[in-house]
């Protein structure tokens, strides 16, 4: 008993101990509350050091004094909250709180003697008193809220009594760390449990002064608790939930609290300690030991928090070996037991957020059979009951899950968004990676993913909806994996609107961001071009074929600008997904006209390589524009007409080409030098250069005057047959452009209005400065005015062999060959002058001229321009002489002088479909037939099986 009285020596100065007489006054001063010589009532100070006295020399009263000195704690916090209400000048307590710091020394000093008598009680005094004060004065004015922790913590940490009480029992618990601090935490535990969440700021600070042991003791604690109140695997009240728990186990609410207020500065303790106590309870035989993995699980289900600072390093440890662990530990349950286990751990997957990816592929992967993974992993083999297990899991979670996203709804207007999913809000940023998971296409672990993949689009609709159609289409590679995009979109098409738009909107923008590396982008557009072409019926495939249609022509500016793409894979990508894109009737011209420059660009980038497969998808591409309508059809024609003859694309069709006046003409993006170089200007610029060994004549190394420049370092000469082909494959295009036929009608030949806007477009190409002239044939005396000009188209007709081709397509769809009267004017008006000027007796000296000749009068023929009487002389020209050839050529002019090449000659013909001109109506075409006449009979002997044809 002395040793309960004693303080340790050198504590403080000895006391003379009280004799018989003064401690019984001291006990009847303490009962009665009044001075033993006066007999007044003590003032409360005194009435507090008489109980300190009898604390200090009758250890037996200790608990009733110790319960009397409550008030006086109490007095002092309820005088501190007063003189923080009060205006600043309030009086400060005094006595009280010199008393105060008196029964702080008093129950150091008893600790500090023999704290294993003394901590414990003491302890449970502190924190219990500690719990009725934050309790008391919660709703005082100017308390924080308990949720406001750190305004909390201060105040009563700023008031002398609660801090005298938080210095006693963290005196207390110091005092017992070495030996057994669990009753001063279950003190702390029971008083948690009655006064939370106003008790909360005493747990943060005890729990920041000892972590380690504070949260090793809390869940010792909690878990005996668990233990002893019957929570057991499986028990209704564990699989209800936390209210179920807290009443069967009341102390793990505390816990909870008690490690959530520690996880923001001691997350890596705790996860630790959580860790040890799960290792160290598999393949333990000890009810504690068993009861260890229900407890922590209950913690999860109670503490998200808890469950994601664990999770992560939880899944990393569960290696095989674990594992077998955990399926003998459970294999022991009852069925229903083990259900209700399985369902919690479903739920705290779909409640995690911490990690959701990794337990994903944690569960996947353990679930695949044997002979799927491939990475052989150390230790023993996995137990097919824990491949069993997970398998079972993974359907669950899928079923949890979907529950969850259909179950959701709508929020009503008086109501807040829907609940959300934690694990799928965590799967949210990594559908990417998804994607990937779900192509491999590995048997039954894609169609898991491609399962959760439709949940996750439908919950973070539209924009993941939309995302994971996105990177389906675009990491694609066969097309197994490509089937998967239609397959999600049959899927999704069930709960949301139609997701394509919004996919393609997205892929666009990633475009735009240049996100997307370049066989990526090939890759995706070669995908959405295939889907296009889906035969799928009324499947899955055919639908999001239609859908995907109207989607990408909303579109068309975007992906015409990828036929620009420096890289051939893409450009040649792009050309195929619009080829195969159907176009609206309505498309606006600002959407049309850059696709049509796009395409031709592109259309004429193929045919200098040369690739017939990217030639194919680039004509139908433009043929399908040229059918949108009659302005798409004409902006096709004229950039075709324009862009096969201007600049180095002239070389395709074995001509040349001549820059304009007063402007040069530059080369294409990729070739050396242009059409139009000027050497004077390429030597000035070498002259300009640093001299190199050769002197001054270096200077003419660019090329040789009057030829240009030197071909460029292995450029060889094109090929005849490749003239051949690449004019065969324009002037397909061309006259499919021109014919403007839909699929299943009727072929109705060249039309004359493409035939207009083609013939204007050659116009505005060989000699602007005609462009919108007079149609009318002039006279002799002002045909004489215009020499340099005929002479000019003369050598553009000379330099580019495609002209007369194109001509002929003009001709075709009359009367647009009388738009082009500038042209035949001056080209027949340079011939007549060399013919006059030949001195050769042969025509076959000049054989460019004699074709040229032959050439222009079939044109004239075919365009109606010329009777057919007068259009067969081009069969004599070969066999005539050069003056017999220029009288015939004057014949022509002079029938088109006073018949001019007007459109208002032509008729339409309704029966046929097409315009017809009528020569009789022109007056009698005899007179022009003298000259002709003449020369057939002067050549009688050579041309007499032909003169029958020249006798209307």
């Known amino acids: 008993m002395s040793a309960l009285c004693d303080p340790p020596g050198g504590a403080s100065p000895p006391r003379p101990p009280l004799s018989a007489q003064e401690l019984s006054q001291e006990i009847k001063a303490f009962l009665s509350g009044l001075d033993p010589v006066q007999g007044t009532p003590l003032s409360p100070p005194a009435h507090a050091r008489c109980a300190l006295r009898l604390l200090r020399c009758l250890p037996p009263a200790r608990h009733a004094a110790l319960h009397h000195l409550r008030g006086l704690f109490d007095e002092q916090v309820c005088a501190h909250l007063l003189q923080r209400e009060g205006p600043p000048g309030a009086p400060k307590a005094g006595a009280g709180a010199e008393v105060v710091q008196e029964v702080r ?7 500090g003697a023999n704290p294993k008598a003394w901590a414990p009680g003491v ?100 878990l005996k608790d668990f233990c002893a109140h019957g929570a057991a695997p499986g028990d209704a009240a564990f699989a209800a939930g936390p209210a179920g728990a807290d009443k069967r186990a009341p102390k793990i609410a505390s816990v909870v609290g008690i490690l959530g207020h520690l996880a923001s500065r ?102 695949m059979p044997a002979s799927v993974i491939t990475s052989s992993q150390p230790g023993p083999p996995l137990h097919d009951g824990v491949r069993e297990g997970c398998d079972r899991l993974v359907q669950l979670l899928l079923l949890n899950l979907q529950k969850l996203v259909h179950g959701r709804g709508g929020p009503a207007p008086a109501e807040g968004p829907p609940r959300p999913v934690p694990f799928l809000e965590a799967l949210r940023p990594h559908v990417r990676e998804l994607c990937v998971e779900t192509l491999r296409l590995e048997r039954k672990r894609f169609l898991w993913q491609h399962q959760l993949l439709g949940l996750l689009a439908v919950y973070s609709a539209p924009h993941g909806a939309a995302e994971a159609l996105f990177f389906l289409l675009a990491l694609a590679k066969t097309p197994e994996e490509l089937a998967l995009a239609p397959q999600l979109h049959a899927v999704l098409c069930a709960v949301l609107p139609d997701p394509l738009p919004a996919a393609v909107a997205a892929a666009v923008a990633q475009i735009h961001a240049g996100r997307l590396p370049e066989p990526q982008l090939a890759q995706l557009l070669r995908n959405l071009a295939l889907l296009l072409q889906w035969d799928g019926g009324g499947d899955a495939g055919g639908a999001a074929s239609a859908a995907l249609g109207a989607a990408l022509a909303r579109h068309l500016p975007d992906l015409a600008q990828l036929l620009l793409h420096p890289r051939a894979e893409v450009g040649d990508a792009a ?62 024609l004229a950039q075709l007409v324009e862009g096969a003859l201007r600049g180095r694309n002239a070389e395709l069709f074995g001509g ?66 490749e003239f051949a082909r690449n004019t065969h ?59 340099e000009r005929d002479l000019r188209i003369c050598r553009r007709f000379r330099a580019q062999p495609l002209l007369f081709p194109l001509l002929r397509v003009v001709a075709a769809g009359r009367p647009a060959l009388c738009y082009c009267s500038g042209l035949l004017r001056g080209l027949l008006a340079a011939l007549v002058a060399h013919w006059d000027a030949c001195r050769d007796p042969r025509t076959t000296a000049s054989p460019w001229h004699l074709q040229a000749s032959c050439a222009l009068v079939a044109l004239l023929a075919e365009g109606s321009l010329l009777p057919p009487v007068l259009g067969n002389m081009h069969e004599l020209f070969p066999q005539l002489a050069p003056f017999e050839l220029h009288l015939l050529l004057l014949l022509v002019w002079d029938f088109l002088r006073e018949n001019s090449p007007l459109p208002q000659k032509f008729t339409f013909q309704p029966q046929r479909g097409t315009f017809r001109r009528d020569f009789s109506r022109d007056g009698d075409v005899g007179k022009h037939l003298a000259v002709l006449h003449s020369v057939l009979h002067k050549n009688i002997q050579r041309l007499g099986l032909l003169a029958g044809r020249f006798y209307p």
């Open 123 to 222: 302890a449970a005094w502190a924190s219990e008193l500690m719990g009725q004060l934050s309790s008391k004065y919660a709703g005082r004015p100017g308390v924080p809220p308990a949720a406001n922790l750190n305004e909390l913590l201060q105040l009563w940490m700023g008031c002398p009594a609660t801090r005298a009480l938080m210095d006693i029992y963290t005196q207390c618990l110091s005092a017992m760390v070495g030996g057994c601090p669990d009753a001063c935490v279950d003190a702390l535990l029971d008083t948690s449990v009655q006064h939370s969440p106003h008790f909360d700021w005493v747990v943060a600070h005890i729990g920041s002064s000892f972590p380690g042991t504070i949260i090793s003791r809390v869940l010792s604690c909690g």
């Open 575 to 636: 050309c195929r997904l619009l080829a195969a894109c159907p176009f609206p009737r309505a498309l606006p011209p600002a959407h049309v006209l850059p696709a049509v420059r796009a395409a031709v660009h592109h259309f004429f980038l193929a045919l200098r390589r040369g690739d017939a497969a990217a030639l194919a998808p680039a004509a139908r591409l433009l043929a399908r524009l040229s059918a949108v309508s009659g302005a798409a059809a004409k902006a096709v």
């Open 105 to 111: 020394g008093a129950l150091a000093e008893f600790v």
């Open 656 to 721: 040349t080409a001549e820059p304009r006046p007063g402007a040069e003409d530059p080369p294409p993006a990729g070739e050396p030098g242009g059409a139009g170089v000027s050497l004077l200007d390429t030597n000035r610029r070498f002259s300009a250069a640093v001299n190199s060994a050769g002197g001054v004549w270096s200077v003419f190394h660019a090329g040789v005057i009057g030829r240009g420049l030197k071909p460029a370092a292995g450029a060889g000469r094109r090929d005849p047959e």
């Open 729 to 787: 494959a324009f002037l397909s295009l061309l006259l499919r452009c021109c014919r403007g036929s839909r699929p299943g009608e009727p072929d109705p030949g060249v039309s004359p209005e493409a035939a207009k806007a083609v013939a204007a477009a050659l116009v505005e190409s060989v000699c602007p400065e005609a462009a919108g002239g007079d149609l009318a044939w002039p006279p002799e005396e002002q045909a004489r005015g215009t020499v």
């Open 266 to 367: 001691h997350a890596g303790s705790i996860k630790q300690e959580l860790l040890r106590m799960f290792h160290e309870s598999l393949g333990s035989g000890r009810e504690q030991h068993k009861a260890t993995v229900p407890f922590l699980l209950q913690l999860a289900l109670m503490s998200p928090a808890l469950l994601g600072t664990v999770s992560a390093e939880l899944v990393d440890s569960l290696k095989p070996p674990v594992l077998n662990q955990l399926h003998q530990h459970f294999s022991a349950l009852p069925r229903d037991e083990l259900e209700h286990v399985v369902g919690v751990v479903v739920h705290l997957i779909s409640q995690t957020s911490a990690g959701a990816f990794r337990i994903l592929q944690f569960l996947v992967g353990t679930a």
